[in-house]
């Protein structure tokens, strides 16, 4: 079993049925689940060494132990599935969410039983249409089979699940932010503490993991944290989804140990460069993580060493930068994005992520100055990580900061030659 | 004298099945403008204050959700609405080049829609199918791997 993710979804885009999913073991997990205490589902989970797969990278234990429990706990407690994805580049849950629901039904379920939730919700971004079919008919099933609803599996477990569609804003995949949009309102961050764990949705206790963690919590249930742990190459735990797009020849989605090395993933499975490029650098997770080069292809790609080495492993999904592409350009695009999905709630990255885009674009059309480039510098501290309500625009000074550094001359050039090289 | 509520009553039931769901009124909002958006395509004024009668809440508060999110249109759009994948995948495999093919097509620019009410076209942050950039939706279909050749084919089966 060297890919249990994904090892049962089918090649020609239709979803597991519960029957089919019932026939490779699914819902045994949940089962055997309802016969252990709380406490020690979640001691399974934190010996795993699962951590979030949503970008953040928490341990997923230590997330659901901050949960109150005991009869003082309030009543009502919520558990919801983060199927936001929406971070440039990133393309790696909407795979699960198509081929196998089920899956990740039963991952709530699990977690809901952890922490003793009494409802739970999918939080799903609403481009995925393909993905609400399938998990509105995957409900439905559920609560047929007594999988969902009261009395689970013949227990006293007891979890209704819904389905909500969002309206866009990539700010929603920020958990507090997700709650305020669950609750109908602005999608802006929540300062923190209190933490969603304790006073989230409607001011209850609230776990958000991401689909591709909750995906892999079934597995460990079945096979143990000990099976779980060994099928990572560097000891961090599981299998990812590593994805890579751009001008590489087979740009794709692969289930892979751990701690695969980038060089692996870009030149075995993604197949290199395509004919008449070369590789010029790549954003190992997402649009909201530092470029890496070259000297960097040898890191395997788990948390800490990909933090080693300046960047963060983020979603798994390199974005390639090949030669014949301007940096500069890359992350203009990238800075537009961030600036036009910020909430606007906080001062400096309401106004800095504009005035950002605003010197790439001039740098982009050949009238940028040298002192551009120290203003540039100055935002990537002024937005550094503390000094914003949220996560949003650290995230997106991380490509920028490392381009300054990497690609020092690309810039440079732009001013040089009053335009930009690549055109 | 209160003027009329200008939802359908087809609407305000809809809209009143989803607040039961929810602790408080107010949570259906969004819920309750992506109904209104089912029925009409966009959201008018009026629909703002009907919806903000239902909810009991004012339809400033309502606005400042409404307009929030992108998805939630505050103005009429067409028939068919096209949105086109802005992000740095899509870019980098060239979308800019499919997207001036289609604004010269159409012969509109982003944010605006055709005189025969047909096409509205609008970019969406990235689609998340990144290995087949360039990629747009249009109404709900996904559609990948476009090129300024296929692009007209594909718009041309949206009546």
């Known amino acids: 079993m060297d890919k249990p993710l994904t090892q049962h979804i089918k090649k020609d885009g239709s979803w597991l049925t519960l029957k089919e999913y019932e026939a490779v073991g699914g819902y045994q997990a949940l089962k055997k689940v309802l016969t252990l205490a709380p406490a020690e589902v979640t001691t399974i989970v934190t010996d795993s060494g699962l951590k979030g797969r949503g970008g953040a990278g928490f341990p997923t234990g230590s997330k659901w132990k901050t949960v109150p429990m005991g009869p003082d706990a309030p009543a009502i407690k919520y558990f919801i599935a983060n199927a936001d994805e929406m971070e440039p580049g990133s393309f790696k849950d909407r795979l699960l969410l198509e081929g196998n629901p089920h899956q990740l039904i039963e991952g709530i379920l699990i977690g809901a039983y952890a922490i003793q939730a009494r409802f739970s919700y999918i939080f799903l971004r609403w481009a995925y249409h393909q993905a609400a079919k399938a998990i509105t008919q995957c409900i439905r099933e559920a609560y047929e089979a007594g999988y969902l609803g009261e009395h689970i599996a013949g227990s006293d477990f007891q979890l209704d699940l819904s389905l909500h569609t969002s309206v866009g804003r990539y700010i929603c995949g920020e958990e507090t932010a997700l709650l305020n949009a669950l609750e109908g309102k602005r999608a802006n961050p929540r300062s923190k503490p209190p933490y969603p764990t304790v006073h989230g949705l409607f001011g209850k206790p609230t776990i958000v993991n991401n689909v591709e963690t909750l995906c892999n919590v079934p597995l460990i249930l079945t096979n143990g944290a000990d099976w779980f742990m060994k099928l990572s190459k560097t000891g961090e735990g599981g299998t990812k989804l590593y994805g890579a797009s751009g001008r590489v020849k087979k740009p794709g989605l692969w289930e892979l140990p751990l701690g695969t090395s980038l060089r692996e993933i870009l030149e075995e499975h993604a197949g290199g460069m395509k004919d008449g490029y070369q590789f010029k650098g790549v954003l190992p997770g997402g649009g909201s993580t530092d470029f890496l080069t070259e000297e960097h292809l040898d890191v395997p790609m788990d948390y800490k060493s990909v933090s080693a080495v300046g960047s963060r492993l983020g979603t798994g999904t390199l974005i390639v930068l090949d030669d014949k592409t301007c940096p500069v350009g890359m992350v203009r695009n990238l800075e537009q994005f961030f600036a036009q999905e910020s909430c606007g709630w906080c001062t400096p990255c309401r106004e800095g992520l504009p005035w950002t885009t605003k010197l790439l674009d001039s740098l982009e059309k050949g009238t940028g100055k040298m002192k551009d480039l120290d203003i540039l510098t100055f935002q990537t501290h002024y937005m550094a990580p503390g000094n914003t309500f949220c996560a949003l625009a650290p995230g997106a000074m991380e490509p920028l900061q490392s381009a300054l550094k990497l690609f020092r001359q690309d810039f440079e050039r732009h001013i040089h030659e009053h335009k930009c090289p690549w055109e | ?159």
């Open chain 2, 1 to 159: 004298m209160t003027p009329e509520n200008t939802l359908t009553d087809a609407e305000i039931t809809e809209i009143q099945t989803i607040f039961r769901h929810f602790p408080e009124k107010s949570a259906a909002c969004i819920e309750g403008l992506k109904v209104i958006q089912q029925h009409r395509r966009w959201v008018s004024d009026e629909a703002v204050r009907g919806l903000a009668e239902i909810l009991e809440m004012s339809p400033a508060a309502i606005d400042s959700v409404a307009t929030y999110y992108n998805l939630i249109f505050r103005r009429p759009v067409g028939r068919n609405v096209i949105l086109m994948c802005n992000s740095v995948s899509c870019w980098i495999m060239g979308y800019d080049q499919v997207a001036a093919c289609v604004k010269r097509k159409l012969a509109i620019d982003y944010g605006e829609t055709t005189e025969d009410d047909r096409y509205t076209l609008l970019t969406i942050p990235c689609l998340g199918t990144c290995d087949h950039a360039p990629a747009m939706i249009v109404n709900e279909d996904l559609h990948r791997d476009l090129t300024t050749e296929n692009v007209a084919a594909i718009l041309n089966t949206y009546e």
